[in-house]
């Protein structure tokens, strides 16, 4: 195994600035193979580029994890996708049911230090279950959600996870995403009409109104401190991130030969 660091990708990033999400989706699927997969909570951007993979002929898993308290229309939306694209979508659940959870810890998540425990334990412990699995997961985050992920990368280190996010929709503005839901009649969660700009569980997400942030409707209660669930390493703040991956994967991802001398 070899160490990759996000440095190391910095020039890989400028150049892939350039190219479309369909062209940055095909790389991911030449260069990891079997062992890449798309991560989506099957919201607008998460749906998009499900339809992209779709649409391209790209064949990759799709990894989805159901907390046991989504909204029964996020769950919907989920089989839509995986039937009418085509899509093999792998769920992930947590090992303890919402309401076993409430009877041993209590509600966690009407504190901000509960909520990060709730989330910990019911987002980002499933996904550590496809550990291992994958190389590269094909995320959906945006610089125009604003916030911590205004200035996210194309392709950002997931050191928990020991793989390579790949943003393909990070440079892709909010009217160019609108224009292509529409364009392609693109599957949505129908509660996106209803008022949710984004959706988590039904627990924690809320309407947002026409002049509050996106975000807004996340852990209303909790305040604006309370503004991501942690499955997103580029959400939080971490220090230098590093994955050990075979230096030949290190190679064909940053176009080169290395050449050992003894």
């Not at 050191?159 to 839901?181: G, H, P, T």
Request: hydrophobic content about 40%.
């Amino acid at each position: 195994m070899a160490r990759l660091v996000q440095a190391d990708l910095d020039n890989l990033n400028s150049a892939m600035e350039s190219r479309s999400p369909q062209e940055l989706l095909t790389w991911a699927k030449e260069t990891f193979g079997a062992r890449v997969a798309i991560l989506s909570a099957m919201q607008r951007a998460g749906a998009t580029v499900c339809h992209m993979a779709y649409a391209t002929g790209v064949t990759m898993d799709v990894v989805f994890v159901d907390t046991g308290v989504l909204f029964q229309e996020t769950l919907i939306t989920r089989d839509r996708i995986a039937t009418e694209y085509g899509l093999n979508v792998v769920t992930l659940s947590p090992d303890e049911t919402m309401e076993d959870q409430t009877k041993r810890l209590g509600v966690l998540y009407l504190s901000a230090e509960g909520q990060q425990q709730c989330c910990e334990m019911r987002k980002s412990a499933p996904l550590m279950k496809a550990f291992g699995r994958y190389d590269a997961l094909v995320a959906s985050l945006r610089r125009g959600d604003g916030g911590r992920r205004s200035k996210v990368p194309i392709l950002a280190i997931d050191q928990k996870m020991n793989c390579l996010r790949v943003n393909i929709l990070a440079n892709v503005s909010n009217e160019q995403l609108e224009q292509y839901l529409a364009e392609h009649n693109v599957i949505v969660n129908p509660l996106h009409s209803q008022g949710y700009a984004t959706i988590g569980c039904n627990r924690c997400t809320t309407p947002v109104l026409p002049d509050e942030p996106k975000r807004a409707g996340r852990w209303r209660h909790l305040g604006p401190w309370a503004a991501y669930c942690g499955i997103n390493p580029t959400d939080v703040d971490r220090g230098d991130e590093a994955v050990d991956l075979p230096q030949e994967l290190i190679d064909r991802i940053l176009g080169r030969k290395t050449d050992f001398v003894i």
